[in-house]
């Protein structure tokens, strides 16, 4: 069994707050094992809910067709949200339901190494973002120990208000460019990497000088 597999038994029967009560499955997300995406949204809705995968209602159905327009599948990137369970009634979820959860996004995180992350919408900006307004760094990125963070509206947005579907699609249009950057930073030595590579080459120098000056006596 993966650790993803494992992580996810877990979730599911995680009794952490107060969602767990009402929710008929938990929702903790599926995709590539190595995705190099990450999609972060808020929590499951109803359908969500029923079938115990993320965005597969209406907000899903936008999310494939957003995925799409940048050539890319459901199966090739991984999509989770902030939270694992249904809040009712589609409410928003509550800071201690975040901090409670937490660790389950953080852990997926770490198994899955994503070298870019997308917030889809305000509380998973605020995760990422802290203290910044979606209406303002909606298709900006930001970059924090080898990992590029992008910030978008959720797809949800666009059901509710049909002006930001042009919006949403040109942020996702962007996602490429920032991703072949962000694999190129990747590749790039960190500080850290290039100072390691710096001592071992004065090492080498070192050791391939000594037996010159010893063979002078
Ligand atoms: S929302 Fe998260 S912390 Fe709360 S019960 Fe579900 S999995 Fe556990």
């Known amino acids: 069994m993966s650790s993803l597999t494992d992580l996810n038994e877990k979730i599911a029967k995680c009794d952490a707050c107060r969602l767990c009560k009402q929710r008929k499955r ?37 999310l494939d067709e957003l ?53 889809l919408g305000r509380y998973s900006m605020a995760r990422f973002f802290p203290g910044a307004t979606i209406s303002k760094i909606h298709g900006t990125a930001r ?17 509710h208000q049909g002006s930001l579907r042009g919006v949403i699609m040109e942020d996702m249009l962007k996602i490429p460019s920032f991703l072949t950057q962000a694999e190129a930073a990747a590749e790039e030595p960190s500080p850290q990497k290039a100072k390691k590579a710096e001592k071992m080459e004065k090492v080498e120098k070192v050791e391939q000088t000594e037996p010159k000056q010893l063979s002078m006596f």
């Open 26 to 62: 938990a929702v903790p997300g599926e995709g590539r094992e190595d995705a190099e995406i990450m999609f972060i949204g808020e929590a499951p809705g109803w359908h969500e809910d029923q079938q115990g995968r993320p965005f597969v209602g209406p907000a899903g159905q936008f």
């Open 143 to 159: 970059n924090s120990e080898g990992v590029t963070y992008f910030a978008m509206y959720h797809p949800a947005a666009a059901l």
């Open 67 to 119: 995925l799409q327009s940048i050539g890319l599948k459901r199966g090739e990137v991984y999509i989770a949200n902030v939270v694992k369970c249904r809040p009712p009634s589609n409410r928003d979820p509550l800071p201690d339901e975040i901090g409670a959860c937490r660790k389950w996004l953080d852990r997926q995180i770490e198994l899955i190494k994503p070298k870019m992350i997308v917030t």
